[in-house]
């Protein structure tokens, strides 16, 4: 079946510090990844997507490439601010009728100290 | 505000009691998926609905469990005979067809003694 493994947490940064946040993936098919962020009391909320090898998703600074070969698809933000403290998590999706049913990693919580 | 809304936030419940959490999606959006999330795990997917139909129901949804969409607006998750591995944080997110981006509700936390 599909699983996703996110690197253990939590992870601390000092503000403007370079983040990565690593995710890989085991699926069957060609999945669409994502990466979902909850901030601190609201629900989770998509951070960014990527839908097939070697797309890059981006916003709000925050990149990540889906690379087939490495089934990977890492976060990554050159410079974290306070307000970037949150869990991130990321996920698949094999697509097709069920484009909606999400596999999810178990998170990863940031934490970004000024 | 029209995003996803649940009720309630959090239920407390003795062992043996029957529960009912209700969601309302973003209204023009078809689909509407429940989740379980435990503590430090990451969200867990156990039914969708596309309209009023329910399309697939994941091994994790006990005989116990039930969800309903009956007019394919709001949706209701059941749980008879609670026990406290049902203890759990319950997300219902809701979508446009075909995407996999799903707007989240804040979740019901369920804690049962």
């Known amino acids: 079946g599909n699983s996703v493994t996110q690197m253990e947490g939590p992870v601390t940064l000092s503000e403007e510090a370079f983040l990565t946040i690593n995710c890989t993936y085991t699926?069957?098919?060609?999945?669409?990844l994502f990466w979902y962020v909850q901030y601190p009391g609201e629900g989770l909320q998509l951070l960014l997507k990527a839908t097939k090898a070697d797309d890059k998703g981006s916003n709000k600074g925050f990149e990540a490439t889906y690379r087939k070969e490495t089934t990977s698809f890492h976060l990554e933000k050159g410079s974290v601010q306070v307000s970037d403290s949150a869990v991130y998590f990321c996920a698949l999706t094999a697509g097709g009728t069920s484009y909606g049913k999400l596999t999810f990693g178990q998170g990863t919580i940031l934490t970004v100290h000024p | 505000d029209t995003g996803v809304s649940q009720d309630p936030r959090h239920k407390i419940t003795k062992r043996g009691q029957n529960v009912t959490f209700r969601c309302d999606p973003i209204?023009?959006?078809?689909?509407l998926y429940w989740y379980r999330q435990t503590l430090g795990q990451g969200p867990e997917f156990l039914t969708y609905f596309q309209n009023e139909a329910q399309l697939e129901k994941s091994r994790l949804l006990s005989d116990r469990f039930s969800a309903e969409r009956p007019k394919g607006s709001f949706s209701t998750l059941e749980i008879q005979r609670t026990e406290q591995g049902d203890s759990a944080m319950y997300l219902c997110?809701?979508?446009?067809?075909?995407?996999?981006?799903?707007?989240f509700g804040e979740g019901s936390r369920l804690t049962v003694l």
């Open positions: 997110a809701s979508s446009e067809l075909n995407t996999g981006e799903l707007f």
């Open positions: 699926a069957t098919g060609y999945p669409s």
């Open positions: 209204s023009e959006h078809n689909r």
